[in-house]
Structures are given as structure tokens and as C-alpha cells.
């Protein structure tokens, strides 16, 4: 519980890098 989170977080952030 919460290595889901962490990965989902990680996509986020990379989105906004991308972006």
C-alpha cells in the first residue's frame, strides 16, 4: 500500500516536467 501512490506521484510529476 502506498507503492502505488509513490509511482502515481512520480507520474505526475514528470507530466509537469514534460510540460
Not at 500500500?1 to 506521484?9: C, L, P
Request: proline residues 0%.
Amino acid at each position: 500500500r502506498g507503492t502505488w501512490h509513490a509511482w502515481h506521484f512520480q507520474f505526475a510529476l514528470g507530466l509537469v516536467v514534460k510540460v
